[in-house]
C-alpha cells in the first residue's frame, strides 16, 4: 500500500504563487509515478500533471503549461506541484495520486488539497 497526503493548498490572489506537497509512505516509492489531477466545483476531475519514476519524464496540461512545475525528491519521499501565475480558473481541489511504474492506472489517491483562485 501506498499512503498519500497532499498538502500546501489555500486561498490565494490571481497572480499569485502556491506549491503543493504530496508526501507518500508506504512501499519503495522510487519505482512509483505520480500525477496530480484537480477537480473544480461541477466538474470533472483532470489530468494537470505527472513526473516518472526516474523524474526524467514529466507531462502538463496544456493550460498550464509553462506556469506549473511538478518535481519529486525521493530521499524526502515527497512530490511537489509549484504553481505560478494562478488564475481563477485554476481553483479546484488538487489530488495527488501513484502507480507502479509498469502499471497504466493510478491506484493510489490523497484526500485532496483546495488551491481557490481569487480575481
Known amino acids: ?8 493548498g489555500g486561498l490565494v490572489q490571481a497572480g499569485g504563487s502556491l506549491r503543493l506537497s504530496c508526501a ?3 512501499r519503495t516509492l522510487s519505482k512509483y509515478n505520480f500525477g496530480w489531477f484537480r477537480q473544480a466545483p ?4 483532470e489530468f ?17 503549461k509553462g506556469r506549473f512545475t511538478i518535481s519529486r525528491d525521493n530521499a524526502k519521499n515527497t512530490v511537489y506541484l ?20 509498469t502499471i497504466a492506472s493510478y491506484d493510489y489517491w490523497g484526500q485532496g488539497t483546495q488551491v481557490t483562485v481569487s480575481s
Open 82 to 101: 509549484q504553481m505560478n501565475n494562478l488564475k481563477p480558473e485554476d481553483t479546484a481541489v488538487y489530488y495527488c495520486a501513484a502507480r507502479y511504474r
Open 42 to 45: 461541477g466538474k470533472e476531475r
Open 24 to 26: 507518500a509512505s508506504g
Open 48 to 64: 494537470v500533471a505527472a513526473i516518472s519514476w526516474s523524474g526524467l519524464n514529466k507531462d502538463y496540461v496544456d493550460s498550464v
Open 1 to 8: 500500500q501506498v499512503q498519500l497526503a497532499e498538502s500546501g
